[in-house]
């Protein structure tokens, strides 16, 4: 169903009480709408109001009034979505918004689907595909270094990279084409050397976009992490100190933590999904019993394991079979308890585990140690939020492609191939990076993307 002749209106602040709450009107109606339900002080009508400026006054309907409000209007194309638009800011309490939103809606608006905003935003060229795709990852973002990567593909780092790929190779595309479908111009012969080099060239730009991908999704999605150990060794300590407050119940029962704890926590760069799991210990408890079978499981779908060992007590066999279980996968030894007289076998751990950190989880002490040593083991550390960074599996996914159709085009110029399937591979390399600003995406994939945005964005 084709709304772009619609006037859409939805609420565009959070769904809760604040301060203030900000209905945005968007269409060709926006203006006369507005002036509908708008009653200036100053006796201005919205009409006569330029864009950029704001007036005060208050929302009626039907005579009766609704609340005072500060109305801005933001003249096409000169504007979020390149339409008329207008934003009503009103007091902020759940009934007074919605009040207003029907009013808007009674007097000729129509409500937004989700993302519809910015969908209209990409349909009249405000921005492309990738970037309405980072207006979504800067609402959600949770730490500065996610805000940065998603503010930098905002402003269109992703589509000059995109932008160069394409450049290189229209114009070998070009050139091969006018040179097999003009052969009796004077075009200059393709030299298979030049071609090569260009399309090597491309080929490195988008494995560098691709190289950054899954730190970028460390970065976003954050990295299913899980505490394990034996009971008493601190995971639960550990879990409150890292989240900020007590999550995890803390006594000197062994065997407190029964189930899995989770939690998402913000650790310098990095987001942890961090699990808390019961003590790994063979037990006769039923319910304890089901707690530790679970850990075992955790360890095995974890990303990043966090290993927590007791310095004031000697390693056992159930400590050297953790060790052995975790050797294979990314791991940090976290000798606990320091402020503690140490009674631990350092040198057994770091023969099987290869990042070790010393932290009271009690204290806080070394923990930021450890938030160093898994940005470093998780590759954030290194990360330059500010680079050209592909932010999620559609994007990826075209690149992918794109890649695999420059590998059979320099395939089919080293091997002596006719130019005609060269230029297949090319364009079909084309396509696929096109797709990620949107220049050449379906419908399909567009409604895809927005179909998970929040209404009134």
Same mark, same amino acid.
């Given at each position: 169903?084709? +709304?772009?002749?619609?006037?859409?209106?939805?609420? *565009?602040?959070?769904?809760?009480?604040?301060? #203030?709450?900000?209905?945005?009107?968007?269409?060709?109606?926006?203006?006369?709408?507005?002036?509908?339900?708008?009653?200036?002080?100053?006796?201005?009508?919205? /009409?006569?109001?330029?864009?950029?400026?704001?007036?005060?006054?208050?929302?009626?309907?039907?005579?009766? $009034?609704?609340?005072?409000?500060?109305?801005?209007?933001?003249?096409?194309?000169?504007?979020?979505?390149?339409?008329?638009?207008?934003?009503? *800011?009103?007091?902020?309490?759940?009934?007074?918004?919605?009040?207003?939103?029907?009013?808007?809606?009674?007097?000729?608006?129509?409500?937004?689907?989700?993302?519809?905003?910015?969908? +209209?935003?990409?349909?009249?060229?405000?921005?492309?595909?990738?970037?309405?795709?980072?207006?979504?990852?800067?609402?959600?973002?949770?730490?500065?270094?996610?805000?940065?990567?998603?503010?930098?593909?905002?402003?269109?780092?992703?589509? $000059?990279?995109?932008?160069?790929?394409?450049?290189?190779?229209?114009?070998?595309?070009?050139?091969?084409?006018?040179?097999?479908?003009?052969?009796?111009?004077?075009?200059?012969?393709?030299?298979?050397?030049?071609? +090569?080099?260009?399309?090597?060239?491309?080929?490195?730009?988008?494995?560098?976009?691709?190289?950054?991908?899954?730190?970028?999704?460390?970065?976003?999605?954050? #990295?299913?992490?899980? #505490?394990?150990?034996?009971?008493?060794?601190?995971?639960?300590?550990?879990?409150?100190?890292?989240?900020?407050?007590?999550?995890?119940?803390?006594?000197? #029962?062994?065997?407190?933590?029964?189930?899995?704890?989770?939690?998402?926590?913000?650790?310098?760069?990095?987001?942890?999904?961090?699990?808390?799991? /019961?003590?790994? +210990?063979?037990?006769?408890?039923?319910?304890?019993?089901?707690?530790?079978?679970?850990?075992?499981?955790?360890?095995?779908?974890?990303?990043?394991?966090?290993?927590?060992?007791?310095?004031?007590?000697?390693?056992?066999?159930?400590?050297?079979?953790?060790?052995?279980?975790?050797?294979?996968?990314?791991?940090? /030894?976290?000798?606990?308890?320091?402020?503690?007289?140490?009674?631990?076998?350092?040198?057994?751990?770091?023969? $099987?585990?290869?990042?070790?950190?010393?932290?009271?989880?009690?204290?806080?002490?070394?923990?930021? $140690?450890?938030?160093?040593?898994?940005?470093?083991?998780?590759?954030?550390?290194?990360?330059?939020?500010?680079?050209?960074?592909?932010?999620?599996?559609?994007?990826?996914?075209?690149?992918?492609? /794109?890649?695999?159709?420059?590998?059979?085009?320099?395939?089919?110029?080293?091997?002596?191939?006719?130019?005609?399937?060269?230029?297949?591979?090319?364009?079909?390399?084309?396509?696929?990076?096109?797709?990620?600003?949107?220049?050449?995406?379906?419908?399909?994939?567009?409604?895809?993307?927005?179909?998970?945005?929040?209404?009134?964005?």
């Amino acid at each position: 169903m084709n +709304r772009i002749n619609d006037t859409i209106t939805a609420i *565009s602040t959070a769904n809760g009480a604040g301060g #203030i709450g900000v209905i945005r009107i968007s269409g060709e109606k926006a203006i006369i709408i507005a002036d509908r339900v708008f009653k200036s002080i100053s006796g201005k009508t919205v /009409a006569e109001m330029k864009g950029y400026t704001a007036s005060y006054g208050y929302i009626y309907d039907d005579g009766e $009034k609704i609340d005072e409000v500060v109305l801005t209007v933001f003249r096409k194309p000169h504007s979020y979505t390149g339409e008329d638009v207008v934003e009503i *800011s009103c007091h902020g309490g759940l009934f007074v918004t919605k009040q207003v939103l029907r009013t808007v809606i009674t007097h000729g608006g129509v409500p937004a689907q989700a993302g519809e905003f910015t969908q +209209r935003a990409f349909l009249n060229g405000k921005m492309d595909l990738s970037e309405a795709e980072a207006v979504m990852d800067i609402i959600s973002a949770k730490g500065k270094t996610e805000s940065r990567t998603a503010l930098a593909c905002r402003e269109g780092k992703i589509s $000059k990279e995109i932008f160069k790929i394409n450049d290189l190779l229209v114009h070998c595309a070009s050139h091969l084409s006018a040179w097999a479908d003009y052969p009796e111009e004077d075009i200059p012969e393709v030299d298979n050397t030049v071609l +090569r080099e260009n399309l090597v060239k491309a080929k490195s730009l988008i494995e560098n976009l691709l190289k950054n991908y899954d730190v970028g999704m460390i970065i976003k999605k954050g #990295i299913d992490t899980t #505490i394990v150990g034996k009971p008493n060794v601190g995971k639960s300590t550990l879990m409150n100190q890292l989240s900020g407050y007590e999550k995890s119940i803390v006594t000197d #029962i062994p065997g407190t933590t029964r189930d899995i704890i989770e939690e998402t926590v913000v650790l310098g760069d990095v987001t942890l999904n961090l699990s808390d799991t /019961a003590g790994l +210990r063979d037990t006769d408890n039923p319910v304890e019993k089901i707690g530790v079978e679970k850990a075992r499981k955790k360890l095995n779908t974890s990303s990043l394991i966090l290993a927590v060992f007791d310095s004031t007590q000697q390693l056992d066999s159930e400590d050297i079979q953790l060790l052995d279980s975790i050797k294979d996968y990314p791991s940090i /030894a976290i000798i606990n308890k320091i402020d503690k007289t140490s009674v631990l076998d350092i040198e057994t751990i770091t023969e $099987k585990v290869k990042h070790t950190v010393y932290i009271s989880a009690k204290t806080g002490n070394g923990i930021e $140690k450890l938030v160093k040593m898994i940005e470093e083991l998780t590759g954030t550390a290194e990360f330059d939020p500010s680079v050209a960074t592909l932010t999620n599996e559609r994007q990826r996914s075209c690149a992918v492609k /794109a890649l695999e159709a420059l590998h059979e085009a320099i395939s089919s110029v080293d091997m002596g191939f006719t130019l005609d399937a060269t230029t297949v591979s090319i364009e079909d390399a084309i396509q696929n990076i096109l797709e990620i600003t949107g220049e050449r995406a379906s419908e399909v994939v567009v409604h895809n993307v927005f179909k998970n945005f929040c209404v009134g964005k």
